[in-house]
């Protein structure tokens, strides 16, 4: 039986981005062995999406404010790429991993599947 999830961000700089997800996120993780942290998600969600061109994957981070949010990260330095946008689904910004990748932060308007 299938019972969880196992995501990976491949990053330009592995180590800069686990300290991120611990220092900064404050995830909780454990130690695989030769400092691959593995971090414990908050509740997550899957959803498919229909798509023009080649098939992709993509990671975003949700919150209950995503303004309060933005407010925080950024007094730890954390850059933004996009403002805050309204989007039919919910209010949602970017930000830049220190390995240089992006990931999505927002706040959904729609209902929540972790409440199931």
Sequence with gaps: MINGVHMVIYS?????DRVFFRDVLGYPYVD????WL????????????PAEGAPSHELM???????ATVGELRKQGVEFTQPV???RWGRVTSLRLPGGS???????????AHTL
């Design 12 to 16: 330009r700089d592995a180590d800069a």
């Design 32 to 35: 695989a062995g030769h400092g």
């Design 38 to 49: 593995i971090f414990k998600t908050p509740p997550a969600e899957l959803a498919m999406h």
């Design 61 to 67: 981070l949700m919150c209950d404010d995503v303004e």
């Design 85 to 87: 946008r309204d989007v």
């Design 102 to 112: 992006e990931l999505s932060l927002y706040e959904p308007l729609h209902p929540r």
